[in-house]
């Protein structure tokens, strides 16, 4: 094709004079570019036909057969909503994956949730929520517990949580797993899936093949006067619940948060029991409370003054000899929710 074939040409648009050139039809379709002057309609000519050139050159020097390969590839490529950019990345990446398949030491599921455990352990979390989240991870591999993690694929474990449902009572009951408890899982799964990678017993984290997420939509809910004093009335019920009266006046009637109370952060971060939240940071004689920095959720230590109902409860779970932080805290809840019929625990409910 000869430069003498596109010639730029002025048409107007909108009220206003452009220079448009009309490359020639390829597929059915033609492409028009609109330039403010001659000048650039004709450099775009010259790019647009010493390219047409550079092409022609390099689809001259194939053999017939080279040609057809190409075109089919390109159109199958096409037809299944593809581009040539993506196959090559994909290829890739599988390059990639094949070569550090060939360093990877194979290692069976729950030996790698075994290394997990240990590794949350020292750093500090809880006994209690390792033990929970591991039984959590098996059950995902169950009846395949000696399969090597790194066989296991992003749209089995897709498929996995895809499945559960809510096991906890209350009007939920049966229903998919919700985006909270979607993402907590799909957290905990990642964890485990990088421990296996920092082992060299995996290269890649499928959780980061599975969808992510959407936005949590929070809504701040509390407890009505009423329940209040329907919790408040179960909590006195026997041993077990009037365990717990301590933690659920201090959330009542001091607003303190649940993990501060049951020193999440200070347990997390392997701190002594002396830096946790107990009975020493309660003075009932002069109606205050302190927050350590090494509890806060903020990390800002704070002192707050116990209203007069908060200090009489206190003084009684000082009698029930109450632990502070509260031991098998859940259980006891359970039971004041069975007793006043309360179906869902609010977790922030009593910070009214």
């Not at 959780?207 to 009423?226: A, F, M």
């Not at 009975?279 to 509890?295: P, R």
């Not at 206190?314 to 006043?340: G, S």
Request: aromatic residues 8%; positive net charge.
């Amino acid at each position: 094709m000869s430069k003498s074939e596109i010639k730029p040409r002025e048409v107007t648009q909108n009220g206003k004079k452009w220079h448009m050139v009309e490359l020639p039809a390829y597929e059915g379709k033609r492409k028009r570019l609109f330039f403010h002057t001659e000048t650039k309609a004709n450099d775009a000519i010259d790019k647009f036909e010493k390219e047409v050139k550079k092409a022609g050159e390099w689809w001259a020097r194939l053999e017939p057969q080279e040609r057809r390969a190409v075109e089919l590839v390109c159109t199958g490529i096409k037809h299944a909503g593809l581009t040539l950019t993506k196959v090559w990345e994909d290829h890739q990446e599988s390059r990639k994956q094949q070569q550090e398949a060939s360093t990877i030491v194979p290692q069976a599921y729950e030996d790698v949730v075994t290394e997990w455990k240990r590794r949350k352990l020292a750093a500090g979390l809880s006994e209690r929520y390792v033990y929970h989240a591991a039984v959590d991870l098996m059950k995902f591999c169950k009846g395949q517990e000696r399969r090597n993690i790194h066989e296991i694929r992003a749209d089995e474990l897709e498929k996995y949580i895809d499945s559960q449902k809510i096991q906890k009572r209350g009007k939920d009951f049966g229903k998919p797993w919700g985006k909270s408890t979607r993402r907590t899982n799909m957290s905990l799964f990642s964890g485990l899936w990088e421990c296996a990678i920092a082992k060299g017993w995996a290269s890649l984290n499928i959780v980061d093949r599975l969808e992510p997420v959407g936005k949590l939509s929070r809504q701040k809910l509390i407890y009505p006067n009423e329940t209040t004093l329907n919790i408040m009335a179960a909590v006195l019920e026997n041993d077990k619940t009037r365990s717990v009266l301590a933690p659920i006046a201090l959330g009542l009637f001091g607003c303190m948060r649940p993990e501060e109370i049951t020193s999440e952060k200070p347990k997390r971060n392997g701190l002594p029991v002396e830096k946790w939240f107990g009975w020493k940071d309660i003075d009932l004689e002069n109606k205050l409370v302190t927050v350590s920095k090494d509890v806060a959720k903020t990390g800002d230590e704070r002192v707050f003054r116990l209203q007069p109902a908060a200090v009489e409860w206190l003084k009684l779970a000082k009698e029930f000899r109450n632990p502070l932080p509260p031991v098998d805290e859940m259980r006891a809840l359970d039971l004041v929710c069975e007793l006043i019929g309360l179906e869902d625990w609010i977790r922030d409910g009593l910070r009214t």
